[in-house]
Structure formats: structure tokens, C-alpha cells
């Protein structure tokens, strides 16, 4: 109960209705169960549903997180079709007019991170910056493969040099 009206505190939903909408989810197949209280997270979009989660979680953050990265570049299409839905919103406390004609996975979704952030609250800008920096890797690292399929050696030294360059800024 007391994390319900802290939730609804945070994103301006009624109280009412997220009591509905867990007791919706409750009596869904257990397939849609899975998703909410399991899904399976892969390491490529964990890094986005953190995102979206610090997100949602702290509204503030939005354009911060969106001068960092477009929507359009979340390879989750239900993480990506929450942050275009948040983006429009304009980042507002309300965060309930998201779910306006969100369907039925991005309102899980949105709902699973509400409750469930998956970070410590008080560490958000540095989870925010070591998710911003691993995306940024991995395109790095997708950009080298597709170079050595094209057998571009310039391009592929170039970037080579350029994941050099990342990791010494690292220390590693």
C-alpha cells in the first residue's frame, strides 16, 4: 500500500488507477505475468530500460537523456515507443498521459519500472551516465564488425583507434 501511493506521488497517477491496473495484470495469462515480473533482460536492452527507468522514475532527466540519445536509436521498440511518448509529453511530472494509447507491452513495461527501477534512486546520474556510455560501446563495437564484413580497412582502423582512444580514457 505505502509503495503504491509513493507511486502514485511520483508519476501523478491516480492511486485508483494503478490499484486497477495491478489488478488487471494480476488476472492476465501467465505469459504476460513473465514479462511483468520477469522478463528477461538482455544486455544490449538493459542499458535502455534503465534509461527509460531513470526516466520515468525522475522526469527532470529527460532532456539530459534525450541530448545524449534519440529514441529512434533504442533497438527495444517498446523502450523506444515509451521514450518518443515521454519526449512529447515534454518531460511533465504527469507522466500519466503517457500511457494515453500506449498498448498493452509498453504499459507493462512502464508500469514494471514505475515500481521496480532496478537502480538506487540516489546513485541515478552516474546510472545514467555508465548506460549512455555502454550504448555508446556497443554502437562502437557494431560499427568495427560491420567494417570487418566490408573489409574497409581504413574504416576499421580508424575505429579501432577510436575504441584505443575510449579505453584509455577508461584507464583499462
Known amino acids: 500500500d505505502e509503495m503504491l501511493v509513493e507511486l502514485s506521488d511520483k508519476t501523478g497517477i491516480l492511486e485508483a488507477t ?28 538493459g542499458e535502455e530500460y534503465l534509461l527509460l527507468s531513470a526516466v520515468i522514475t525522475f522526469p527532470e532527466k529527460l532532456d ?16 523506444g515507443a515509451l521514450f518518443r511518448r515521454i519526449a512529447s509529453s515534454g518531460g511533465s511530472k504527469d507522466l500519466a498521459a503517457v500511457l494515453d494509447g500506449a498498448d498493452e507491452d509498453e504499459r ?9 527501477p532496478g537502480f538506487d534512486p540516489e ?5 545514467i551516465e555508465d548506460c549512455l556510455k555502454r550504448i ?6 557494431e560499427k568495427i564488425h560491420a ?3 566490408s573489409g574497409d580497412l581504413t574504416l576499421i582502423n580508424t575505429l579501432l583507434f577510436e575504441k584505443k582512444k575510449l579505453l584509455k580514457e577508461k584507464g583499462l
Not at 491496473?21 to 513473465?34: A, C, F, I, N, V
Not at 546513485?123 to 546510472?127: I, R, Y
Not at 555508446?136 to 563495437?141: P, V
Request: aromatic share 4%; glycine share 2%; hydrophobic share 35%.
Open 18 to 45: 494503478i490499484r486497477q491496473e495491478l489488478k488487471t495484470l494480476r488476472k492476465r495469462p501467465e505469459s504476460t505475468k513473465q514479462v511483468l515480473t520477469g522478463k528477461k533482460l538482455t544486455a544490449e536492452k
Open 64 to 79: 539530459y537523456v534525450l541530448s545524449k540519445i534519440s529514441p529512434d536509436e533504442i533497438s527495444d521498440t517498446t523502450a
Open 108 to 116: 507493462i513495461l512502464f508500469t514494471k519500472l514505475s515500481v521496480d
Open 123 to 127: 546513485f541515478v546520474d552516474k546510472n
Open 136 to 141: 555508446e560501446d556497443r554502437k562502437l563495437d
Open 147 to 149: 567494417a570487418k564484413l
